[in-house]
């Protein structure tokens, strides 16, 4: 049986975009994926010329780069640029639009993308609140189409080693998690997207769905967890005075009869090499090394002496992305399958599971006294 082949339309054009789109271009084989392939078919920008200079760069590729398969095997062929959204969104060949904009912008375009009657991978955070993404949801649901924040990191292999030790049971219920998503941006001397609170910057939004989505893997998804709305109980935010975003924000998240996870995003600080996020369990702890979005390394690691389990020796797990893929071909991948199945939500990365997420960063940002406090989203308009 041939493939299940889906034609992209991409919006936007920045560094996300370009990557997905490589990732697109890459042979699934290497990845030993048969099943699903991708083309790409649409390509909306500001201007047809910034739109054209994006396929040209990925046209260009060498034959050492890995996406230049996709361009020998004809998986640009005939890509239209656009020099706006609608068009894409509009296109009759696009059968699902990946949104890579601005954070403020993805309520605006996911839900012009839908109620063209196109499926949609939107980069995260999914949006700017709750409201904006319960809206695209009822869209999605009323019209019967896909949606899915592109949380990349869950669809990678090491996140299914990480769950699969867990669910084994070696190392027991977990008892306390901590993950952090830190880098030294060198505030002072930038000004970039990261600290620009029109495009919504800050430490919290951009940073956050990495140790979040560590959380949810190892404890929301924990076989013991039976709390299915976990909330923040406490929470911090320091301002970046220059621009008045958050340069670090912090918060608790309780879930009930399981245990409590610090989260932590920080723009003035490295982060801990080998130890991004650590699940701290009965029998032992696991580490998952730096960085938190593209990991390749995961450490069991036994309890301090006085508190010894059964892992007695530290042990090394090495479990990177295949050859050639950077990350984004797995979720395009996933995008692929539900559509071929008819799905309008996927199973790995559902609605209420971003819906929670969604919900802790609004706590935090309105718990805070960074510009974006009191900001309103724009559902309903």
């Given at each position: 049986?041939?493939?299940?082949?889906v034609?992209?339309?991409?919006?936007?054009?920045?560094?996300?975009?370009?990557q997905f789109?490589?990732?697109?271009?890459?042979?699934?084989s290497?990845?030993?994926?048969?099943?699903v392939?991708?083309?790409?078919?649409?390509?909306?920008?500001?201007?047809?010329?910034?739109a054209?200079?994006?396929?040209?760069h990925?046209?260009?590729?060498k034959?050492?780069?890995?996406?230049?398969?996709?361009?020998?095997?004809?998986?640009?062929?005939?890509?239209?640029?656009?020099?706006?959204?609608?068009?894409?969104?509009n296109?009759p060949s696009?059968?699902?639009?990946?949104?890579?904009?601005?954070h403020?912008?993805?309520?605006?375009?996911?839900?012009?993308?839908l109620l063209?009657?196109?499926?949609?991978?939107?980069?995260?955070?999914?949006?700017?609140?709750?409201?904006?993404?319960?809206?695209?949801?009822?869209?999605?649901?009323?019209?019967?189409?896909?949606?899915?924040?592109a949380?990349?990191?869950?669809?990678?292999?090491?996140?299914?080693?990480?769950?699969?030790v867990?669910d084994?049971?070696?190392?027991?219920?977990?008892?306390?998690?901590?993950?952090?998503?830190?880098?030294?941006?060198?505030?002072?001397?930038?000004g970039?997207?990261?600290?620009?609170?029109?495009?919504?910057?800050?430490?919290?939004?951009?940073?956050?769905?990495?140790?979040?989505?560590?959380?949810?893997?190892?404890?929301?998804?924990?076989?013991?967890?039976?709390?299915?709305?976990?909330k923040?109980?406490?929470?911090?935010?320091?301002?970046?005075?220059?621009?008045g975003?958050?340069?670090?924000?912090?918060?608790?998240?309780q879930?009930d009869?399981?245990?409590q996870a610090?989260?932590?995003?920080?723009?003035?600080?490295?982060?801990l090499?080998?130890?991004?996020?650590?699940?701290?369990?009965?029998?032992?702890?696991?580490c998952?090394?730096?960085?938190?979005?593209?990991?390749?390394t995961?450490?069991?690691?036994?309890r301090?002496?006085?508190?010894?389990?059964s892992i007695?020796?530290?042990?090394?797990h090495?479990v990177?992305?295949?050859?050639?893929?950077?990350?984004?071909?797995?979720?395009?991948?996933?995008?692929?399958?539900c559509?071929?199945?008819?799905?309008?939500?996927?199973?790995?990365?559902?609605?209420?599971?971003?819906?929670?997420?969604?919900?802790w960063?609004?706590?935090v940002?309105?718990?805070?006294?960074?510009?974006?406090?009191?900001?309103k989203?724009?559902?309903?308009?």
């Open positions: 049986m041939a493939p299940y082949t034609r992209w339309g991409i919006i936007a054009t920045g560094g996300i975009s370009k789109a490589k990732d697109l271009l890459v042979d699934p290497s990845r030993d994926v048969s099943d392939k991708h083309e790409i078919v649409a390509v909306g920008s500001r201007s047809v010329e910034s054209q200079s994006f396929i040209d990925l046209k260009s590729a034959p050492e780069d890995s996406w230049s398969w996709g361009v020998q095997n004809g998986l640009l062929d005939g890509v239209k640029a656009y020099g706006d959204y609608h068009g894409v969104y296109d696009v059968d699902a639009v990946y949104i890579g904009t601005p403020n912008l993805h309520h605006r375009n996911a839900k012009d993308a063209a009657g196109k499926p949609v991978l939107c980069e995260k955070p999914f949006t700017m609140d709750v409201e904006e993404l319960d809206e695209l949801i009822s869209i999605a649901k009323e019209k019967n189409l896909f949606l899915m924040e949380v990349w990191t869950r669809f990678h292999p090491i996140a299914y080693a990480v769950q699969k867990l084994s049971g070696r190392l027991g219920r977990p008892k306390r998690f901590a993950a952090d998503f830190s880098g030294d941006a060198k505030l002072d001397a930038t970039d997207r990261m600290i620009d609170p029109e495009l919504a910057g800050g430490a919290l939004l951009d940073m956050g769905p990495y140790p979040s989505v560590w959380a949810m893997l190892t404890l929301h998804h924990d076989k013991h967890n039976k709390d299915k709305d976990p923040v109980i406490t929470s911090h935010q320091t301002i970046y005075k220059r621009t975003v958050d340069a670090n924000s912090r918060w608790v998240v879930w009869g399981l245990c610090a989260l932590l995003t920080d723009l003035e600080n490295s982060g090499k080998e130890a991004t996020a650590v699940v701290q369990c009965e029998e032992g702890d696991l998952i090394e730096y960085p938190p979005w593209r990991p390749e995961f450490h069991l690691v036994p301090p002496t006085h508190h010894v389990g007695k020796e530290k042990e090394t090495q990177p992305c295949h050859p050639g893929n950077n990350g984004m071909s797995y979720e395009a991948d996933e995008v692929a399958r559509l071929r199945d008819g799905k309008i939500q996927s199973d790995r990365m559902p609605w209420d599971e971003s819906r929670i997420v969604q919900g960063f609004d706590v940002r309105k718990n805070g006294d960074s510009v974006l406090k009191d900001y989203g724009q559902a309903g308009q």
